[in-house]
């Protein structure tokens, strides 16, 4: 049976970056303790200066820019396009990277997940958006507030800046419709 959760950016804990640079909020994952063990994560990072991301081996990563005048990655020595808000871009955890920012700080929001053992998508949509997913897993992450989310046979449910409603155990084709700008990632054990 599917289980629907919202989880509140308020209530998102602060956890160090692996390579000691800043710290990071994590909205959510599916298992496994500290940074290690898990299947795919799910969280928001403060990036103060430009710098070196942590490496995350095993892992494929999609990274956005939620605030700031964006940044322009290094990735294993070939630049990226720059990235501007809510423009995703994907490389390999296990990858040598470095972030040139394009002006002050920025808030960015990442996907990490094994690509061996999870399917994942992930897509911004606006508002008076409708999709449909049959993924096992569906995240709506609310960028901006309020968000009204409706998805089929469920309350409507609202969300403020940041909050991520969580489906699980979804074993059908199920229909979201969205009020106002989110991020739509969708996961599938292999």
Not at 38 to 64: C, K, P, V
Not at 88 to 105: D, E, M, W
Not at 139 to 162: D, I, M, S, T
Not at 170 to 190: A, D, M, P, T
């Amino acid at each position: 049976m599917s289980s629907l959760t919202l989880l509140r950016a308020a209530d998102y804990p602060r956890m160090p970056w692996k390579n000691g640079g800043g710290s990071t909020e994590e909205i959510t994952r599916d298992g496994g303790a500290g940074l290690d063990g898990f299947g795919w994560r799910l969280s928001i990072a403060d990036i103060e200066e430009s710098g070196g991301f942590s490496s995350f081996a095993g892992y494929q990563r999609i990274i956005s820019v939620l605030q700031g005048d964006g940044m322009r990655l290094v990735v294993d020595g070939q630049a990226s396009r720059e990235l501007l808000a809510f423009d995703p871009f994907a490389f390999s955890g296990q990858s040598t990277v470095s972030c040139n920012l394009l002006g002050g700080p920025i808030r960015d929001f990442n996907l990490i997940y094994a690509p061996q053992r999870f399917a994942a998508r992930l897509q911004w949509c606006s508002a008076g958006s409708r999709v449909y997913s049959s993924a096992q897993t569906l995240l709506v992450f609310a960028a901006a507030e309020p968000v009204q989310v409706a998805l089929a046979g469920q309350p409507e449910q609202v969300l403020g800046r940041y909050d991520c409603l969580r489906l699980d155990a979804n074993q059908g084709l199920v229909e979201l419709q969205v009020s106002g700008q989110v991020c739509l990632i969708e996961l599938s054990e292999r």
